[in-house]
């Protein structure tokens, strides 16, 4: 009896507060235009972030090229412009399996019981994935639809069938997928329509391989769920190309990562293999090296004038740095890996409360039930 | 202990029916059901899992009309139930996590079994009926892990269908049975599937079986003394047990929530959300968290006894840990039910749940890892001498003292040395073992035993004494709201 009162007054504590912080997280969280400021003068067209990406982006190129303002080889603390606090890179705590991940300034914004997606960040970090990430990994678990679904990336109440979504449509014509060519049954690449899926880069899985030097390049659909970490993970990978200590030796077509959940103890040579360095080595090159060339906006000669043309920036006006760019394609495969995130959490917080004050006033039948009972 | 019914039909049809079906004086009975006044919240778990089953069998066939069982599309089809299926996230979030909700249910009243001694006479038959459900209920959980056909299930399935395998004589060819072919495929996602389906209803069986032995002898309680005056000690189960349990399911489904909301893979393995590729084995094949105690008991068998090797002893000694449990009535042999007046024995239970949960940690990591180091790393030169085939380990503190040893080593020998990490802990596998022998200790000594050697407090006289006694009421005549319980 004493623990059920205790019981009963912690539940009572807790109810009124879930209750208030239900309250709070009534606010709207979807937003009814898509929330991608152009600074163009557009019409009340519904933005699309994908604009400045010509073509089907080509495979990162190693090296950085002159307009590049960061070098792939910088250690990922001078290059967070978010300013992350510096990790510890060193040797002595990092022995395999310790991991360490970044975490962006201020955390992530979809953690906690009433974090929603990022909604800015989601579209900016599609725009990574199609530019940069889309060439060698497939989202095989995703339609073109999906990304206006409610609490996706490109939602609009405009257009409760994602179908409609003109902004879905344009991303979706912008790939091209094999289909049955109805008049001759041979395969034929089209424009995609919103019900296709993501098109995969290879056919398959020895395609993968062969194109990547013995190397399958996961999907992407779920890597949030399927990496310890999730997308803190992410978001410290790719920023983790860092310079290899002096004595790691980096075998050709591998690449030093202080962040992947690897070993470095076979290629670290002559030295004192407790003080390995961290993480371990992948045949995926640096990919966010050059993207700010790709992410700017177009720069159609007096369109926007002239200065802002040069300036290395998403359609938001956002800087593409590595460590922006690593945030946001985050937040995108986080919402990708598990899009219901936000309806699931909604619920979460009205059904707690529910069942905290059922079973309060199921308590107190009970003690009614129970008052004439020595027990 | 029942006594004769008091259900008394009202209507013509009522009547009428009560002589051909009485299925309503089943009911009225069963709510009327004289259950002692004195039974705590440890006593709830039954009713929370009869809900944890209805829960999982609505929520499951509900997933069945969504799941493709076919090695190309189940993990798809799983994905896309989270997806496009109209609220499947939630159904899915349900039965994955009311897995653990139930194993989590089912432990709790297992434990409270084993400490207010329900399973002792008259009582071995409702026990024994458990663990059968129990052992169901591990069968089903485990053909239902590997139907998402992720890494973790499909390895975790492999390392499973391959212990089965080393039964001797009658192993190899149920493991072929079970995976309908000789490597896990098609055939066996299909039949794990179809069994899925099936052994739940068994279950659901077995509980009235489980319910109805129950009713026979009525509930233990709390003092393990026998109920003596139905009207003094008992209370009808409505309205008295039917709100108690209510409150106590209502409790558990917000701790089950808060992981459906909010922690829906809390419980799991990131691994498991990797497609399942039979040509990349995991770096470390657990099972989910309420199988890990077993698991550790199968690898801490690392020792042949006599002509029986490791792996053969391991596996009987993980099944011969669920099957120990069919023997319990039998081994304890102490006539006091509950370990309220057994002072040894609540020791030796409180450091057996200990050891129960232990066993999970040890199950979840690597057994050659270790618990605790005794101090820093150091280092180890390996080298193998010529003429000798042991390899040579020389330790040192310092990385400068291990290279100017190896330097001083034959060019021949060095060639072949390598310096290593060299640690000293206690590994995880030490403690598995001690906490496995203690798992069995106290089935197969301590309990028989202790029915020997220690000497019981005195217990109260009856449940109505007992009540009495704790609100400190002088008078012997407490009112009892249930005279119509039995007559």
Redesign the interface.
């Known amino acids: 009896m004493r623990?059920?009162k205790l019981?009963l007054s912690g539940?009572a504590v807790l109810a009124i507060g879930a209750i208030g912080a239900a309250a709070i997280a009534q606010q709207p969280v979807t937003p009814v235009t898509p929330p991608v400021e152009q600074p163009a003068p557009t019409t009340a067209a519904p933005v699309d972030p994908n604009a400045p990406v010509t073509a089907p982006a080509a495979t990162p190129a190693p090296e950085a090229p002159v307009a590049a303002p960061v070098p792939a080889v910088t250690p990922p603390q001078t290059t967070a412009a978010g300013g992350h606090g510096g990790e510890e890179h060193g040797g002595e705590h990092a022995a395999a399996g310790d991991h360490h991940e970044l975490t962006p300034a201020g955390g992530w914004k979809h953690d906690g019981?009433f974090g929603t997606f990022d909604v800015n960040a989601m579209q900016r970090g599609f725009k990574v994935y199609k530019a940069v990430c889309s060439s060698c990994h497939g989202m095989?678990?995703?339609s073109f639809r999906?990304l206006g679904d409610v609490g996706a990336p490109f939602y609009d109440a405009r257009y409760p069938n994602p179908n409609d979504n003109p902004v879905v449509k344009k991303i979706a014509s912008e790939f091209s997928v094999p289909k049955v060519d109805p008049d001759s049954g041979g395969m034929v690449s089209v424009p995609g329509i919103p019900a296709d899926r993501f098109p995969s880069p290879y056919p398959n899985a020895i395609a993968a391989s062969v194109a990547n030097g013995g190397a399958v390049p996961?999907d992407l659909?779920?890597i949030v769920?399927?990496?310890?970490g999730g997308a803190g993970y992410i978001y410290s990978l790719l920023q983790g190309f860092v310079t290899p200590p002096a004595g790691l030796n980096v075998n050709p077509g591998q690449h030093y990562n202080a962040y992947f959940h690897g070993d470095t103890a076979s290629q670290w040579v002559g030295?004192?293999?407790?003080s390995k360095p961290p993480g371990g080595f992948l045949a995926m090159a640096p990919p966010l090296v050059n993207l700010d060339i790709r992410l700017r906006r177009d720069c159609v000669e007096g369109a926007q004038g002239g200065a802002a043309c040069n300036q290395d920036t998403f359609d938001d006006g956002k800087t593409t740095t590595i460590e922006q760019q690593a945030h946001d394609v985050a937040v995108f495969l986080a919402w990708a890996?598990?899009?219901?995130t936000e309806?699931?959490?909604q619920?979460?917080?009205a059904?707690?409360p529910f069942?905290?004050l059922?079973?309060i006033l199921?308590?107190l039948?009970?003690r009614r039930?129970?008052r004439?009972?020595?027990? | 202990m029942s006594g004769p019914s008091t259900y008394e039909p009202k209507t013509g049809f009522t009547k009428w029916l009560d002589q051909r079906l009485p299925i309503v004086r089943f009911g009225a009975d069963l709510m009327e059901f004289p259950t002692p006044k004195n039974l705590n919240y440890w006593y709830t778990f039954g009713g929370i899992l009869a809900v944890c089953l209805v829960v999982q069998i609505v929520s499951g066939i509900v997933l069945a009309m969504h799941y493709v069982a076919s090695t190309q599309d189940a993990f798809a089809s799983v994905e896309r139930i989270m997806r496009d299926v109209d609220y499947g996230w939630l159904i899915r979030n349900i039965h994955a996590n009311g897995a653990s909700m139930f194993f989590l249910a089912v432990y709790v009243h297992m434990f409270r079994g084993l400490y207010y001694g329900s399973y002792k006479a008259p009582r071995e038959v409702i026990w024994i009926l458990g663990v059968v459900i129990y052992l169901l209920m591990i069968g089903t959980a485990f053909m239902g892990y590997v139907l998402p056909w992720g890494q973790m299930s499909f390895h975790g399935s492999a390392v499973i269908t391959n212990l089965i395998g080393a039964i001797p004589l009658v192993g190899p060819v149920i493991k072929t049975y079970l995976m309908g072919g000789p490597a896990i495929g098609d055939p066996t996602l299909n039949r794990f599937f179809s069994l899925h389906y099936l052994l739940p209803f068994v279950i659901a069986g077995i509980v009235a079986l489980h319910i109805w032995a129950l009713h026979v002898p009525g509930n233990n309680n709390p003092t393990g003394v026998s109920v003596k005056d139905v009207k003094k000690d008992t209370l009808p189960f409505h309205p008295y047990y039917t709100v108690k349990d209510g409150f106590a399911i209502l409790v558990f489904f917000i701790l089950f929530a808060f992981f459906v909301f909010f922690a829906p893979n809390a419980l799991g393995h990131a691994e498991n959300a990797i497609e399942a590729n039979p040509l990349q084995t995991p770096a470390h094949i657990v099972p989910e968290w309420y199988l890990l105690p077993f698991y550790a008991i199968l690898r801490a068998v690392t020792f042949d006894i006599g002509p029986i090797e490791a792996k053969l002893l391991g596996v009987i000694a993980m099944f011969g840990s669920v099957g120990i449990l069919f023997v319990v009535p039998w081994l304890d042999t102490s006539k006091v039910r509950s370990m309220r007046y057994r002072p040894i024995a609540k020791q030796l239970f409180v450091l057996f749940v200990v050891a129960c949960i232990g066993l999970g940690f040890c199950g979840a990591n690597d057994p050659d890892k270790f618990v605790f180091k005794y101090g820093p790393d150091k280092l180890a030169l390996i080298y193998t001498e010529g003429g000798t085939t042991e390899p040579k380990r020389e330790i040192f503190d310092q990385y400068a003292d291990a290279i100017s040893a190896q330097g001083r080593l034959a060019d021949s020998v060095k060639a072949k040395s390598a310096i290593e990490i060299h640690s000293d802990g206690f590994k995880w596998l030490w403690l598995s073992q001690i906490l496995g022998a203690y798992y069995f200790l106290y089935f197969l000594v301590f309990l028989p035993m202790l029915g020997i050697i220690e000497k019981p407090k005195a217990r109260p006289p009856s449940i109505a004494e007992s009540v009495r006694k704790k609100h400190g009421s002088p008078a012997a005549s407490a009112v009892n709201p249930a005279p119509q319980a039995a007559e």
Request: glycine content about 2%; charged content about 25%.
């Open positions: 623990f059920a019981a539940f019981f095989k678990l995703l999906n996961p659909s779920v769920k399927a990496r310890n030295k004192d293999p407790r890996s598990d899009p219901r309806a699931r959490k619920l979460g917080v059904v707690i069942l905290l059922l079973s199921v308590f039948s009970y039930i129970w004439n009972v020595e027990h």
